[in-house]
């Protein structure tokens, strides 16, 4: 049974299904408008997404939910994301981090239930760097201003880095290791 992968978020779609291409795993897209609940950690809002997707579902299927996290903004935009992304841009980002150290990191959560009752969680994270100006046209969100450990490009200079690097790379390895255990 192929999952499906519960997103909105053609680009997240296509990073996925790249990684879990490699362990025999194909999945299917499900783009059905789900709310995210309020909550602090990836695990937490990718669980309770998970759990409702399945209601309107009912097939095996996986929710990822991914932030970015910076310490010296008390771990902003984190579980806001998208929102704050929304609201201010990576150029608002620019100027909220003037003058602060600029070390971040992506995480990510991919929950995946196949009764609706239980969903694991599979994680991953990737520390880096906030560069000094946007670079790159590649990726989505925040890849022009993410620039991951031992690298000096950022994510959208370089979106193949994502594959080998990402929070989300990291994550689905660990949901396609687990997935395929299963076929065997
Ligand atoms: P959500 O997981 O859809 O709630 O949103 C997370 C937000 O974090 C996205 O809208 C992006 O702005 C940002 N984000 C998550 N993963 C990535 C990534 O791989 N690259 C750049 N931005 C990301």
Known sequence: MEPAFVTSNRWKFSEAEKILNKYGINIVHANIPLEEKRGESVEE????????????????????????????????????????????????????????????????????????????AFTGSVRGTISGEPRGSGGFGYDPIFVPEGEEKTFAENPSLKGRLSHRAAALQKLGEFLSGRQR
């Open 45 to 120: 809002i990718a669980e309770d997404c998970a759990i409702r997707a399945f209601s309107l579902l009912g097939k095996p299927l996986f929710v990822e939910d991914s932030g970015l996290f910076v310490p010296s903004l008390n771990g902003f935009p984190g579980a806001y994301s998208a929102w704050a992304l929304s609201k201010i841009g990576n150029e608002g980002m620019m100027r909220l981090l003037e003058g602060k150290p600029r070390d971040a990191e992506f995480r990510c959560c991919a929950a995946y239930t196949e009764d609706g009752i239980h969903a694991r």
